[in-house]
């Protein structure tokens, strides 16, 4: 089973995956997606987070604000987008933000 998944990889190369929540959908075909990452911090080790805002291209406009969604690296698709959605991993309760 090993050999199977090792395969896959090779054919599509090694590609780094994110998970994170949708905080963005107002683009066409795109979404931002923010990344949590916890790490120690280098000198007082109290783990610490940290986020990314990474944009994501959505080809059907599938994922909404407040998804959990996961994300794979992919070449240049514009200025800001080297991601790409492969799955919505959670929906939304459907909470809407309020217009400003």
Known sequence: MAEETNTVQTARGYRKERVGKVISNKMAKTIVVQVE??????????????????????????????????IQETRPLSKLKRWRLVEVVERSAGAVPAAA
Not at 62 to 69: C, F, H, N, Y
Request: proline share 6%; net charge positive.
């Open 37 to 70: 990452r916890r790490y120690p911090h280098p000198r007082f080790r109290k783990v610490v987070t940290g986020y990314k805002k990474l944009y994501a291209h959505d080809e059907k406009s599938e994922a909404k604000v407040g998804d959990r969604v996961r």
